[in-house]
């Protein structure tokens, strides 16, 4: 039987798992922020699907950042990142409804957008609602079409909603929503791994 992502998502906080996620993801997620922060000073960021907040407290050490929050659907997720830094700001709420209350010069989000059931919906909304001008959403995407090796994985994780969309599609969604300089790589391409899908844009 399949599950909605945040109740797999609490599970795998309770038994350790978000661990080896983050560790899996680190070489991407570098890369993507060395990309994204480059240059910037004084910014705010939001982690939109942190987990346990790993790469909000990463940001949070470097010294142009002013404030990094992490939002996230699975509680245990949450509790765990509060655990780890009581002081942090960690939201727990569904993406596809939450809006910060000051907008924000950059968001992340790192193997989270295809879970939700209207991604495209999600980036106009963190357009609209999230980013102040010439802010930068920053997405980072595993799953998907091309990436012919992640098709299983609805079935191997038991995960209800996961949208395998291609990189043409993605790539749609930014510029349907408004987004300026659209660009898109994949980092670490190897053998039987077609590599992390990156999609960055501007406001
Ligand atoms: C593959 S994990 C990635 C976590 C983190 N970005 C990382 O790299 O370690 C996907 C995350 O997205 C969250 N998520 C999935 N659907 C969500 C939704 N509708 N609202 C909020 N969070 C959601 C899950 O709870 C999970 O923590």
Request: aromatic content about 12%; glycine content about 8%; overall charge neutral.
């Amino acid at each position: 039987m399949k599950r909605i992502p945040t109740t797999v998502f609490s599970e795998w906080a309770a038994i350790g798992r978000d661990e080896r996620m983050a560790k899996g993801h680190e070489v991407a997620v570098k890369s993507m922020l060395d990309y994204a922060l480059k240059g910037l000073d004084h910014y705010n960021f939001i982690d939109a699907g942190c987990g346990n907040g790993w790469v909000v407290r990463l940001v949070k050490a470097h010294t142009g950042c002013a404030a990094a929050a992490g939002v996230d659907g699975a509680q245990m997720m949450i509790e765990k990142a509060r655990s780890i830094d009581p002081t942090g700001a960690y939201f727990h709420a569904d993406l596809s409804n939450w809006a910060p209350t000051k907008k924000v010069h950059v968001v992340h989000s790192m193997e989270v957008v295809y879970y939700l059931s209207n991604p495209k919906a999600f980036i106009a909304n963190v357009y609209k609602n999230w980013l102040k001008e010439d802010g930068r959403l920053i997405v980072g995407l595993d799953f998907y079409k091309e990436n012919t090796v992640s098709h299983s994985w609805p079935e191997d994780c038991g995960v209800s909603i996961m949208q395998l969309l291609p990189e043409a599609t993605w790539v749609g969604f930014f510029k349907e929503a408004g987004f300026r300089n659209v660009q898109s790589w994949r980092v670490d391409a190897k053998e039987n791994w077609a590599g992390t899908l990156v999609i960055t844009a501007v406001k």
